[in-house]
């Protein structure tokens, strides 16, 4: 398992790529910290492309994916 977060974010672009969302605000992506064990990849899945899960892959690049469909949070002006 890697830990370098060179490796992490390499990780994340191809989950990105394999996922192919059609927007912005489709996945968000993220690590896990589980302690005693590796930190995983966590996406969150909009609701609205519920369909992306099938194509989420168990690992990539040596991290354990996990995911979820959520609301995904996202940041506003006021």
């Known amino acids: 398992m890697f830990s370098d977060s060179a ?3 390499v990780a994340t672009e191809h989950l990105l790529e394999a996922l192919d969302g059609p927007s912005d ?3 968000s992506i993220g690590t896990f910290f589980r302690p005693g064990r590796p930190i995983a990849i966590k996406v969150c899945i ?3 492309f519920k369909h992306l899960k099938a194509k989420v ?4 690049d040596g991290f ?4 979820e469909v959520v609301p995904i949070p996202f940041a506003s002006n006021f």
Do not use: K, N, T
């Not at 354990?64 to 995911?67: F, N, P």
């Open 7 to 9: 490796d992490l974010m």
């Open 46 to 48: 909009s609701p609205s």
């Open 64 to 67: 354990e994916v996990l995911s």
């Open 57 to 60: 892959p168990s690992s990539v």
């Open 25 to 27: 605000r489709a996945v």
